[in-house]
């Protein structure tokens, strides 16, 4: 176990940004092992085991985050005035079909976020809603900028794709 907790740290490390949630979860991690091992039945994959119990426990990471999206924060410039979210839904005052169709966006999105794959979400999450910075990414994952940016160009190929329907019919419910 101790050989696997470095390369479970750098695995944690790799898709979790903030440091405290990374310790967090390796700390889970390694005290459900302890606690698995004591049971009458011994775990036989210990490494597998580990990586999909560190899996699992960063999924569910990012599954509460995505219900702390702001959309409030700046997600794009446009003539010098930053986009949030916000202003690119239907108004709060524009009656119940625009409240339902502005549920509709935000769950649509969010659900397309979470079925991005791990390594793409995160440079995604982390560029767009976090607004770091490739070079910043870079440095704390130990991956390349061009990595980080394929990763990128490839999820927001992917959200595209995935919220192309639910765009035209919105565009389609303008005209």
Do not use: C
């Amino acid at each position: 176990m101790v050989r696997e907790s470095g390369r479970l740290k750098r695995f944690i490390r790799r898709r979790v940004t903030d440091v405290a949630d990374a310790e967090d979860i390796l700390q889970d991690v390694l005290s459900e092992f302890v606690e698995a091992s004591r049971l009458v039945r011994p775990i036989e994959q210990a490494g597998a085991w580990l990586f999909r119990v560190a899996r699992n426990r960063i999924v569910v990471l990012f599954r509460r985050r995505r219900r702390h999206v702001s959309i409030s924060e700046p997600v794009h410039e446009s003539d010098n005035q930053p986009d949030t979210l916000e202003d690119l839904l239907p108004g709060h005052d524009a009656g119940p079909e625009a409240a339902y169709a502005r549920q509709v966006l935000v769950e649509e999105l969010a659900a397309a976020i979470e079925e991005l794959p791990a390594e793409q979400r995160f440079v995604f999450v982390a560029h767009e809603l976090d607004g770091r910075s490739f070079k910043e990414l870079a440095a704390e994952t130990g991956e390349s900028v061009n990595t980080l940016l394929s990763r990128k160009h490839y999820a927001v190929r992917r959200l595209r794709r995935r919220l192309q329907a639910i765009h035209a019919l919105f565009q389609e419910e303008r005209t």
